[in-house]
């Protein structure tokens, strides 16, 4: 009887739960966002850990001691390891095995053996030894000022979560050019110009996409934007106390730009941590002599040389401080040592473009394949930045700080504190003292590099206007917030009785603080990007939420033919769009068309030969162009492009009238 009714009790309960969850269906379609999520974080784990392994395994190859500074040892490590991850997803790219069943077999055999050699236990130790120190150091700050910095640290976590279909750069080829490496198997010669940049991070970011955990990516680059804030921390904290430290984080928090640009897939946190990593390096050195920091120094700058060509001020600046010692034939041979270690690591880079593009710093300097110098005047555009006007050159902290001339405003933000203490920092440098102290190294390593990045990113806006991006000097910025730092801490000595300065600025920085979270959070907000984390969203949805119009054109070229070959206009991005597509990266296109072939028909002749069956015309672009750029404003090239299109069949758009697909006849 009891069994009966046993029997009775569960078939009643499943009855009525699968008549309840037929009629209100879960949204089970959730998990399969929510487990991409998962797989997205347990990949990035194990390429954090094995960055770790491989980064520890070169510092012991420079000369690191076994017990020498844990904290020191996890940050250094991780830095460098994901760097040498990117140099053997160069490896795998140049032998042409690029391909993802291959790559993720060798990440599992990386884990296993650095697992059976002990590695993670040793990874435990530092990563308690750093949390320890780091807690010691940050037990000073007030509650709100802590609340404020983990939120800011939760909302750049959050949106590296989301595909990041808002990241310009992303999808002109920092995702774009690890992907279209997976598709052929290997590097082909294909003409970008910004697939044959020193590309480290984008061979990083390869391996995620091996593992289809594209979100990977921008939580690598988040990574080393954490490692950059806390080697910093680390530095100020141990140098000058943890005062100076709390307050050297407080600087970066500020920056309403660096939460954003951290999560995006893109190489600036990575400049970043080298650099500051460089910095560091090179001013322990000075203090205490030891070759082990000198291969460091070295392996740290070298990789900042495969990030960007724009990196050549930090071994430049390294090696002249190497060469401030006496005598001059022992500091010769340091600066020799460093430099040959630093052009070891890079040269992967620049054999790779001497290979494939005839130029080893291609596009620049001497042209190469797929180049001319219709091409190198058009992207140099030579003329178009601010010349040498004096009182144009005095406000260029201030319009860097104000933002309204960046080519890209949105992600070059860097906050109003840093002109604030501009004085104060400038004249801590100069009263450092000179005595050979980790302080009096610590500045001028700063200090020097701070000058000689800002000259270089000056002359660059003197002569172009498309290098008047502030992000580019992020990388001088954030070791310069040790140096505001100090001079925020100096403004004790201004306060007198009746005015106490020191506190009306630590106002100023909690309202900046507060600000800048609040405007944070609204962004973040607004982008709900836990809504594609745990899958209430589907990256297709959340595309079509963030970036409608991308989101219409891969849909529409969808219906294209599966062979379809496309031509694009005023159109720089590629990345997932579903047809073979030569994109606009430079935004010449039609002009070195117009230029080589002179006439319409010819170009669409010329277009037909290589192979091409459509067209693709991003009209804000072109309405961009037309409205910005001289070459465009040309009557001739306006009707030249007018009369190209009409020999054209229009055979697509999207609703939004963005994009526009022409068929070749």
């Known amino acids: 009887m009891k069994r009966a009714?046993?029997?009775?009790?569960?078939?009643?309960?499943?009855?009525?739960?699968?008549?309840?969850?037929?009629?209100?269906?879960?949204?089970?379609?959730?998990?399969?966002?929510?487990?991409?999520?998962?797989?997205?974080?347990l990949i990035t784990a194990?390429?954090?850990?094995?960055?770790?392994?491989?980064?520890?395994?070169?510092?012991?190859?420079?000369?690191?001691?076994?017990?020498?500074?844990?904290?020191?040892?996890?940050?250094?490590?991780l830095g460098i390891g994901m760097g040498i991850l990117g140099i053997l997803g160069l490896l795998f790219s140049l032998v042409q095995i690029a391909n993802p069943p291959l790559l993720r077999l060798s990440l599992f055999l990386l884990t296993l053996f650095f697992l059976l050699s002990g590695n993670h236990r040793v990874f435990q130790r530092d990563a308690r030894e750093l949390a320890r120190e780091l807690h010691l150091h940050a037990s000073g700050w007030r509650p709100l000022e802590r609340l404020a910095l983990l939120l800011l640290l939760l909302f750049s976590f959050a949106l590296s979560l989301a595909p990041?279909?808002?990241?310009?750069?992303?999808?002109?080829?920092?995702?774009?050019?690890?992907?279209?490496?997976?598709?052929?198997?290997?590097?082909?010669?294909?003409?970008i110009p910004h697939f044959w940049f020193?590309?480290?991070?984008?061979?990083?970011?390869?391996?995620?996409?091996?593992?289809?955990?594209?979100?990977?990516?921008?939580?690598?680059?988040?990574?080393?934007?954490?490692?950059?804030?806390?080697?910093?921390?680390?530095?100020?904290?141990?140098?000058?106390?943890?005062?100076?430290?709390?307050?050297?984080?407080?600087?970066?928090?500020?920056?309403?730009?660096?939460?954003?640009?951290a999560s995006w897939a893109y190489a600036d946190m990575a400049l970043c941590y080298y650099t500051a990593a460089?910095?560091?390096?090179?001013?322990?050195f000075k203090t205490?002599?030891?070759?082990?920091?000198?291969?460091?120094?070295?392996?740290?700058?070298?990789?900042?040389?495969?990030?960007?060509?724009?990196?050549?001020?930090?071994?430049?600046?390294?090696?002249?401080?190497?060469?401030?010692?006496?005598?001059?034939?022992?500091?010769?041979?340091?600066?020799?040592?460093?430099?040959?270690?630093?052009?070891?690591?890079?040269?992967?880079?620049?054999?790779?473009?001497?290979?494939?593009?005839?130029?080893?710093?291609?596009?620049?300097?001497?042209?190469?394949?797929?180049?001319?110098?219709?091409?190198?005047?058009?992207?140099?555009?030579?003329?178009?930045g601010i010349g040498w006007d004096f009182l144009q050159l005095l406000r260029l902290p201030l319009d860097a700080t104000l933002g309204y001339r960046d080519a890209n405003y949105f992600d070059g933000r860097i906050g109003p504190l840093f002109l604030i203490l501009l004085p104060a920092a400038i004249w801590i440098l100069l009263t450092a003292p000179r005595r050979d102290s980790a302080a009096a190294w610590s500045l001028t390593s700063i200090?020097?590099?701070?000058?000689?990045?800002?000259?270089?990113?000056?002359?660059?806006?003197?002569?172009?206007?498309?290098?008047?991006?502030?992000?580019?000097?992020?990388?001088?910025?954030?070791?310069?917030?040790?140096?505001?730092?100090?001079?925020?801490?100096?403004l004790t000595r201004l306060d007198t009785s009746n005015l106490r300065l020191s506190f009306l600025f630590n106002t100023v920085v909690r309202l900046?603080?507060?600000?800048?979270?609040?405007?944070?959070?609204?962004?973040?907000?607004?982008?709900?990007?836990?809504?594609?984390?745990?899958?209430?969203?589907?990256?297709?949805?959340?595309?079509?939420?963030?970036?409608?119009?991308?989101a219409a054109l891969i849909q529409i070229m969808e219906g294209l033919p599966a062979n379809a070959r496309m031509y694009s206009l005023f159109e720089p991005r590629s990345y997932a769009l579903p047809r073979s597509i030569q994109p606009d990266p430079i935004v010449a296109n039609f002009a070195h068309d117009l230029h080589l072939y002179k006439t319409p028909q010819e170009i669409i002749r010329q277009w037909k030969a290589q192979g091409y069956s459509y067209i693709l015309v991003y009209e804000r672009g072109r309405q961009f162009m037309l409205e910005n750029n001289l070459d465009y404003q040309s009557p001739t090239l306006q009707n030249a492009l007018a009369e190209t299109l009409a020999l054209l069949s229009l055979t697509r758009q999207t609703a939004d009238g963005v994009y526009s697909i022409y068929q070749i006849p």
């Open 198 to 261: 020193p590309n480290l991070t984008e061979n990083l970011y390869l391996w995620g996409l091996a593992f289809k955990a594209e979100r990977s990516a921008q939580l690598m680059h988040f990574t080393w934007g954490v490692l950059t804030a806390a080697l910093l921390f680390l530095w100020a904290s141990r140098t000058w106390g943890g005062g100076v430290g709390r307050k050297t984080i407080l600087l970066l928090a500020v920056m309403p730009s660096l939460p954003i640009v």
């Open 447 to 490: 200090g020097f590099f701070s000058a000689l990045s800002f000259a270089a990113w000056t002359y660059g806006v003197i002569q172009s206007s498309a290098l008047w991006q502030t992000r580019l000097l992020f990388p001088a910025l954030l070791p310069f917030a040790i140096p505001a730092a100090l001079g925020w801490d100096a």
């Open 164 to 191: 990041q279909f808002e990241a310009f750069d992303a999808l002109l080829y920092h995702l774009t050019q690890p992907a279209r490496i997976l598709q052929d198997g290997g590097i082909q010669p294909i003409n």
């Open 5 to 41: 009714l046993a029997l009775i009790a569960v078939a009643w309960t499943g009855i009525l739960l699968a008549a309840f969850y037929v009629v209100q269906k879960p949204p089970l379609a959730a998990f399969a966002g929510l487990a991409d999520t998962l797989w997205t974080l």
């Open 278 to 284: 460089a910095l560091f390096l090179v001013a322990r």
């Open 512 to 550: 900046v603080l507060a600000l800048t979270v609040f405007e944070t959070g609204l962004f973040t907000l607004q982008r709900n990007p836990l809504a594609a984390a745990v899958g209430a969203q589907t990256r297709e949805q959340y595309i079509a939420r963030v970036d409608p119009s991308y």
């Open 288 to 384: 205490a002599p030891s070759l082990a920091l000198l291969n460091a120094l070295g392996i740290v700058s070298g990789l900042a040389m495969g990030v960007k060509y724009t990196s050549f001020v930090l071994p430049l600046a390294c090696g002249l401080l190497l060469l401030l010692q006496r005598p001059f034939s022992r500091s010769f041979r340091l600066a020799a040592h460093f430099s040959a270690v630093a052009i070891l690591t890079a040269l992967p880079w620049y054999l790779r473009n001497a290979a494939y593009m005839n130029n080893p710093f291609y596009p620049f300097a001497f042209g190469g394949r797929y180049w001319d110098d219709f091409l190198a005047n058009w992207y140099a555009a030579p003329g178009t």
């Open 46 to 77: 194990l390429l954090l850990f094995n960055a770790y392994a491989l980064g520890k395994a070169s510092l012991r190859w420079a000369g690191w001691r076994s017990d020498d500074d844990p904290p020191l040892r996890l940050l250094l490590s």
